[in-house]
């Protein structure tokens, strides 16, 4: 982008007007862009294939997988909740109840929420049955 008058407008650069420095960042865009191209499917591809930008394309990427802020609390807001009320059934073995006790947690994590070890500890505990 250059400016043009006093400063009050910008406008792409033509090709002629590239210094090194744009080059390697058109360059440098051009790989990321193939990079996330290269590693999503088909239905993903519908979400990014409008992007012009590795950026963009990120960001597309990022939204779909994880959601506005609004979108990714609220995930937060039903694991903790589902995490609180976690409890082993009756009838569950204790490796079906670690498995689904380690998917809330690994989706908490994934979300940026961290629980201490100490406090995941105890979970397990207050949940096992007696003897």
Same mark, same amino acid.
């Given at each position: 982008? /250059?400016? %043009?008058?006093?400063?009050? %407008? =910008?406008?792409?650069?033509?090709? $002629? +007007?590239?210094?090194?420095?744009d $080059?390697?960042?058109?360059? /440098?865009?051009?790989?990321?862009? /193939?990079?996330? %191209?290269?590693?999503?499917?088909?239905?993903?591809?519908?979400?990014?294939?409008?992007?012009?930008?590795? $950026?963009?394309?990120? +960001?597309?990427?990022? =939204?779909?997988?994880?959601?506005?802020?609004?979108?990714?609390?609220?995930?937060?807001?039903?694991? =903790? =909740?589902?995490?609180? @009320?976690?409890?082993?059934?009756?009838?569950?073995?204790?490796?079906?109840?670690?498995?689904?006790?380690?998917s809330?947690?690994?989706?908490?994590?994934?979300?940026?929420? %961290?629980?201490?070890r100490? /406090? @995941?500890?105890?979970?397990?505990?207050?949940?096992?049955?007696?003897?």
């Open positions: 982008m /250059k400016t %043009v008058g006093e400063g009050i %407008v =910008t406008v792409p650069k033509i090709r $002629k +007007e590239y210094n090194d420095a $080059k390697k960042a058109i360059e /440098k865009n051009f790989r990321a862009n /193939k990079i996330l %191209v290269c590693g999503i499917g088909p239905d993903e591809y519908n979400c990014i294939s409008a992007c012009q930008s590795a $950026k963009e394309i990120w +960001e597309a990427l990022q =939204t779909a997988h994880e959601g506005t802020t609004q979108v990714k609390q609220s995930k937060i807001d039903m694991l =903790t =909740t589902e995490y609180e @009320l976690f409890n082993m059934e009756y009838d569950e073995s204790i490796q079906d109840m670690y498995t689904c006790f380690t809330i947690i690994n989706e908490l994590y994934s979300l940026g929420e %961290v629980i201490p100490n /406090k @995941l500890v105890q979970k397990i505990l207050s949940v096992l049955p007696g003897s």
